[in-house]
């Protein structure tokens, strides 16, 4: 079993930074990733982390927000550069264990299985 909490969330206006961080207790798992949620709308993945450096993100996200985890595998990192006020969302961290299945970089939400409680991040114009 893992255990996540999130934190580093926050109010910003566009153009801002915040560092999500994410600390992991109990199991490690190689694949790891944030989620967001805005209102209305579905969680989807933007971004996931296999091992120590391999990484995928989604479009909307890519070039502007970075994924990286400390060597021990206990703290997962969000940098998130030119926020946006399209990025206003709650913020999750997540893990997948292999028994799910699938690729770590399709970013599916059905297969990460441990959720953190998520962090709101809100963009301002």
């Known amino acids: 079993q893992v255990q996540l909490q999130e934190s580093g969330g926050g109010s910003v206006q566009a153009g801002g930074s915040l560092r999500l961080s994410c600390a992991v207790s109990g199991l490690l798992y190689d694949c790891m990733g944030w989620f967001r949620q805005a209102p209305g709308k579905e969680r989807e993945g933007i971004a996931a982390i296999m091992g120590g450096s391999s990484t995928s993100y989604a479009d909307s996200v890519k070039g502007r927000f970075t994924i990286s985890r400390d060597n021990a595998k206990t703290t997962l990192y969000l940098q998130m550069n030119s926020l946006k006020p399209e990025d206003t969302a709650m913020y999750y961290c997540?893990?997948?264990?292999?028994?799910?299945?699938?690729?770590?970089?399709?970013?599916?939400?059905?297969?990460?299985?441990?959720w953190g409680q998520g962090t709101q991040v809100t963009v301002s114009h």
């Open positions: 997540a893990a997948k264990p292999r028994f799910s299945g699938g690729s770590c970089f399709n970013r599916l939400r059905t297969d990460f299985r441990y």
